[in-house]
Protein backbone atom coordinates (compact mmCIF):
# COMPACT_ATOMS: atom_id res chain seq x y z
CA UNK A 1 0.00 0.00 0.00
CA UNK A 2 2.82 2.56 0.65
CA UNK A 3 4.46 1.63 -2.71
CA UNK A 4 2.71 3.93 -4.34
CA UNK A 5 4.22 6.76 -2.20
CA UNK A 6 8.22 5.40 -2.49
CA UNK A 7 10.53 7.37 -3.98
CA UNK A 8 11.88 5.37 -7.05
CA UNK A 9 15.66 4.93 -7.53
CA UNK A 10 17.19 7.77 -8.87
CA UNK A 11 14.56 10.23 -6.87
CA UNK A 12 14.31 12.29 -4.39
CA UNK A 13 11.74 11.97 -1.55
CA UNK A 14 9.92 14.48 -0.12
CA UNK A 15 9.76 12.69 3.49
CA UNK A 16 11.60 10.45 4.97
CA UNK A 17 10.21 8.36 8.01
CA UNK A 18 13.08 6.34 9.65
CA UNK A 19 14.12 4.83 12.84
CA UNK A 20 16.99 6.92 14.65
CA UNK A 21 18.88 3.84 14.37
CA UNK A 22 18.40 3.89 10.63
CA UNK A 23 19.41 7.42 10.31
CA UNK A 24 23.16 7.05 11.10
CA UNK A 25 25.19 9.11 9.09
CA UNK A 26 22.56 10.47 6.85
CA UNK A 27 21.44 14.31 6.87
CA UNK A 28 18.27 15.85 5.97
CA UNK A 29 17.13 19.44 5.85
CA UNK A 30 14.50 19.30 8.45
CA UNK A 31 13.82 16.37 11.40
CA UNK A 32 10.97 16.33 14.02
CA UNK A 33 11.33 14.12 16.56
CA UNK A 34 7.97 11.62 17.30
CA UNK A 35 6.67 12.44 20.75
CA UNK A 36 6.36 8.32 21.33
CA UNK A 37 10.89 8.98 22.21
CA UNK A 38 10.25 8.46 25.89
CA UNK A 39 6.84 6.87 27.06
CA UNK A 40 5.22 9.12 29.17
CA UNK A 41 3.87 7.37 32.72
CA UNK A 42 0.64 9.41 33.54
CA UNK A 43 1.49 8.53 37.55
CA UNK A 44 4.57 10.23 37.39
CA UNK A 45 4.74 14.60 36.37
CA UNK A 46 5.85 14.45 33.05
CA UNK A 47 8.39 17.29 34.11
CA UNK A 48 10.15 14.77 36.30
CA UNK A 49 10.02 12.06 33.28
CA UNK A 50 11.61 14.17 30.95
CA UNK A 51 14.44 14.80 33.44
CA UNK A 52 15.03 10.91 34.12
CA UNK A 53 14.98 10.99 30.54
CA UNK A 54 18.43 12.75 30.69
CA UNK A 55 19.97 10.17 33.30
CA UNK A 56 20.01 7.44 30.97
CA UNK A 57 23.44 7.57 28.50
CA UNK A 58 22.10 5.35 25.75
CA UNK A 59 18.71 7.87 25.52
CA UNK A 60 20.60 10.67 25.70
CA UNK A 61 22.81 9.34 22.69
CA UNK A 62 20.25 8.25 20.94
CA UNK A 63 18.69 12.06 20.98
CA UNK A 64 21.79 13.21 19.97
CA UNK A 65 21.70 11.17 16.94
CA UNK A 66 18.56 12.56 16.12
CA UNK A 67 19.02 15.95 16.66
CA UNK A 68 22.22 15.87 14.94
CA UNK A 69 20.56 15.03 11.29
CA UNK A 70 19.39 17.95 10.42
CA UNK A 71 21.42 20.20 9.20
CA UNK A 72 18.33 23.51 8.99
CA UNK A 73 15.97 22.89 11.84
CA UNK A 74 14.78 19.94 14.40
CA UNK A 75 11.48 19.76 15.79
CA UNK A 76 11.38 18.15 19.37
CA UNK A 77 7.99 16.81 21.41
CA UNK A 78 6.34 19.54 23.13
CA UNK A 79 7.32 17.11 26.44
Same mark, same amino acid.
Given at each position: MLDKYMAGKGEVANLT $? @?? $??? @????EYSHVTIADD? $?? $?? @?? #??? /???????? /? *? =? *? #? =?? #?LYVAITRSMVSCTLPDY
Open positions: $I @ST $IHS @SKGMF $IN $IN @SE #LPV /EYQVGQMW /E *D =R *D #L =RC #L
